[in-house]
């Protein structure tokens, strides 16, 4: 059952990036950019109650990694997710920081920024001292793609006592049947899945 409001909530932005979610991109996940619309309303709702919102971006390393062998595109000459690396995008008709997050959800100044190089955004990262820190108890977790980095960073936030909440239509696959049954597992024994509409009407 999922709680009426969400006590002292961050907003956790997953992986929203120009190598993800820009037309052409080299790991494009097309679904992603449906989702920019419920994003936008629900940092809108938390930069208006001057909440934490926390932006995650997937670095790759720049030496040959175990990751390399699933996501090849991380390799040269592509070097997907390289900071530093530009990349010409047909959607937007110029080249642009390919690990930055999308425009369309450009951080705020006061916004976390989290850089890692997994799947999940706690792992060797100051995530989980930072939010501890400001006092959060809930989670409301967005982002790309539901079935690797955002579920490894909503099963991290259980392990370290965060009440998260996966935002059904913030979230985006590939992979339907991946998408589907990861929203499934992780409202049975990890947390709450709800629509964006559901979040913002539970907004304390």
Known sequence: MEPDTFGRAALIVVDMQNDFVRRGAPLEVPDARVTIEPHCALLSAFRARNWTVVYTRFLSRTEPCLLWNWSPQCRPPTKC??????????????????TDVIEELDPASGDVIIDKYGYGAFHDTPLADTLHGRGIESLIVTGTVTQICVEETAREAFHHGFRTTMVSDAVSSFAPDLHAATLKN???KYGWVAPSADVLARLA
């Open 81 to 98: 997710c390289w900071k530093g690396h530009r990349r010409h995008y047909i959607d937007v008709g110029r080249e642009l920081e390919c």
């Open 186 to 188: 992780f409202a049975m």
